[in-house]
């Protein structure tokens, strides 16, 4: 498959334990944030999103975390496994006009579960 | 219910040519966006279509065009090709007139200018 991130910061983690993958952004008009998760050869696909007036949303094994003063955005990811390798991106996006608004990317970072 | 496609799925084209990529939305979807994802990189915008009008531009220069259709599907067009322009172009799709602002990608079309 296609490599997604050849130069990318990696973060390597014990199949069972919990990653941490943090984002810093710019934008402080962003109003939402989202965190999608690449495999090879594959188009981003959505884990989960929090709007700036939240600063804590959780999903399925999935934490995401907003300190808006320091325009910090992480991911949590419990009990990590195989299929969660992958290069995961942190995403902005301004106050909602209206559907599909441009979506801003941070750089990545690779995940690799070991077993 | 077929996600967002797109093709073809890799194209190899010289330096100065033109090539045309093709994006068909999940169904349901009548918003297109198309970005550039550099190896390496996290995908830059590019553009948006809506009711087959751009509506939103990135920083990307006049060789870069596009067109929606009235099925909602698009085709981004890149003339003059440049070394530069080698990445995987994604296509991602969304739903106007409701209150999710999420958009699925499709795998994405890989572009080598030689």
């Known amino acids: 498959g296609e490599s997604v991130g050849l130069h990318l910061p990696t973060l390597s983690v014990q199949e069972g334990d919990n990653s941490i993958i943090n984002c810093a952004y710019s934008?402080?008009?962003?109003?939402?944030f989202i965190w999608y998760k690449q495999e090879s050869g594959k188009g981003p696909q959505f884990i989960i999103d929090?709007?700036?007036?939240?600063d804590k949303r959780q999903g399925q094994r999935v934490t995401v975390l907003l300190n808006k003063t320091v325009k910090h955005l992480s991911l949590q990811i419990a009990a990590t496994q195989p299929g969660d390798s992958a290069v995961y991106f942190c995403?902005?996006?301004?106050?909602?006009?209206?559907?599909?608004?441009?979506?801003?990317f941070g750089g990545g970072t690779r995940v690799l579960v070991k077993p | 219910d077929a996600g967002v496609t797109q093709s073809p799925t890799h194209l190899i084209k010289t330096r100065g040519q033109q090539v045309t990529l093709r994006c068909s939305p999940k169904?349901?979807?009548?918003?297109v966006s198309w970005y550039q994802q550099a190896l390496g990189q996290g995908p830059q915008f590019i553009f948006q279509?809506?009711?087959?009008?751009?509506?939103q531009r990135g920083n990307f220069p006049d060789r870069f065009s596009g067109h929606q259709f009235p099925n909602y599907s698009s085709e981004l067009n890149v003339n003059a090709l440049l070394l530069g322009d080698s990445a995987l172009y994604l296509c991602?799709?969304?739903?106007?007139?409701?209150?999710?602002?999420?958009?699925?990608f499709g795998p994405g079309t890989r572009l080598t200018v030689t």
């Open positions: 991602a799709s969304s739903a106007s007139g409701t209150a999710s602002y999420e958009q699925y």
């Open positions: 934008n402080s008009a962003s109003d939402y």
């Open positions: 929090i709007r700036s007036n939240m």
């Open positions: 995403a902005e996006t301004p106050i909602l006009k209206a559907a599909g608004n441009k979506l801003t």
């Open positions: 169904s349901g979807h009548d918003t």
């Open positions: 279509y809506y009711e087959e009008e751009e509506r």
